[in-house]
């Protein structure tokens, strides 16, 4: 039995997540798993109930369980509050107080997607990257920070054993992928990239089967959109991954299809890339396939079940090559429907692939 502790949070969050949650069931009905669900407020939600965007209650939920699966946080509503209780405030919080130092935003094109981007076909077809962005320290935690009258400051600090661990994380996911990695840097300007490089190159070492390759951030955007085919893993500290991470979610077409899974030594969170949206929350529009395809992600790497999320990735891709779109990803001439339908199509078809692969089907 696994123990999911659910985080809808704000704005769109709580559809998406009951789209995820739906199929999850199916998976654990067709793969004779049990899931328990416990559901707590995270975000704007919780300021509003108890004054704070995250209570220790709900972190205390989060260390007894197998994995967090969140929507998404923040909205209007929040903006003005001082920054340590702004919903945003409470992601990074999470974070830091579950270890969760290793950010994975993969990056990949549905093949009946190609043509939404805002990028040439020919250039996006074959894309395969996976971002792995720092999560818990550089100058998004570093100290002294701060801000006056006259002037303000952040430090941007890496320790060896922060770079360590992920770089080694860097090198264990492109063994099991096209054995490339990509670091990326600002070590022409900034000391701390120069420590940053020299410890990725003593890591390195200890994986020669993988190719490495330094490379300015600056540049690494630039070559991101201009030939994304070349990167296997992008390696990169917070605030570069953060940047570059969106880039590389709008090349595959839209930010409602990014999954993501943020994973420490001994927790992991799962969420999609987009935000609360809560200009269309409540509406039943939003695209629930980012929700689902990091509860595929969630499969494979907190619960094992690699088969499992590789035959909700071919739902999904199946039901878009159908022509289902939500209005996000809607063009003349699809079949626009709402996030109730796309999570139903996606449903239905999870079952044709199980049959499709000769596993137990039962009736729904
Ligand atoms: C992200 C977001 C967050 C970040 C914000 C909301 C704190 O942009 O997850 O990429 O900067 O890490
Ligand atoms: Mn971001």
Redesign the pocket.
Known sequence: MFKITLLPGDGIGPEVVNAAVKVIKLVGERFNTDFEFKTCLMGGCSYDAHGTPLTDEVLGECYSSDAVFLGAV?GYKWEDLPHQLKP?AA??KIRKALGLYANLRPAKVYEPMLSYSSLKEEILKGTDVLILRE?TGGI?FGQPRGYDDGKGFNTMIYTKDEVVRIARKAFEYARVRNKKVASVDKANVLEVSQFWRKVVIEVHKDYPDVQLQHMYVDNAAMQLVRDPKQFDVVLTS?LFG?IL??IAAMITGSLGMLPSASIGSKYALYEP?H?SAPDIAGKNIANPIAAISSAAMMLKYSFQMDKAAELVEEAIENVLTKGYRTKDIYKEGDKLVSTDEMTNNIIEEFDTVCANHSLNVFTL
């Open positions: 923040g945003e992601l990074l999560l998004y917070n953060d991470s969106d890339v935000g």
